[in-house]
């Protein structure tokens, strides 16, 4: 697997991916993170990949030559509580559904967690959906990543987790 540095020309690659979590999701009944309307037609969405991709922050995993997942990387989003130490922050996460379960996600994680090592950063953040059975937040347990606070979006249930970073030579 290939990790690289996203551009405005892989917007409608990501956007598929979301597209395609949003209903598989949504297949399963779970409505609660993203709803059921594709990415691809929600303006606002679609203004986000697209600001990730001219931003620098967006790194692409490539499996078998196609990209298969997409992290952006970032400053904390502002319905989040601050910390008083620089940080990582990954805003947004998704592996394309035909490459689910093969790892792309864990493999952009800890490229976040290498590129913070890199850069002398102590401290990896994310946050994610916390609701239905809390499936999401113990993916990023899984990870690594601890709790680190709670919070809520109108109705729309966050889980902050934290990774601790030791610095790479």
Do not use: K, N
């Not at 409505?31 to 620098?56: H, I, L």
């Not at 109705?155 to 990774?163: D, K, N, T």
């Amino acid at each position: 697997m290939e990790i690289r540095h996203g551009g405005l020309g892989d917007v409608p690659a990501v956007l598929a991916m979301f597209d395609g979590a949003v209903a598989w999701l949504a297949g399963q009944g779970r409505t609660g993170q993203w709803g059921t309307e594709p990415f691809s037609r929600q303006a606002a969405r679609v203004e986000t990949v697209s600001r990730w991709a001219s931003g620098g922050g967006m790194r692409i995993a490539v499996l078998e030559g196609r990209p298969a997942g997409c992290m952006a990387l970032g400053a904390a989003l502002g319905y989040v509580p601050p910390v008083a130490e620089p940080e990582l922050y990954v805003q947004g996460l998704v592996t394309g559904r035909r490459f689910a379960g093969r790892g792309v996600g864990a493999a952009l994680l800890e490229h976040a967690v290498a590129e913070a090592a890199r850069a002398g950063i102590g401290l990896v953040r994310v946050d994610c959906y916390a609701g239905d059975d809390g499936r999401l937040v113990r993916y990023y347990e899984g990870r690594g990543f601890t709790r680190a606070g709670a919070f809520t979006v109108g109705a729309w249930p966050g889980q902050v987790l934290q990774r601790r970073v030791g610095p790479r030579p």
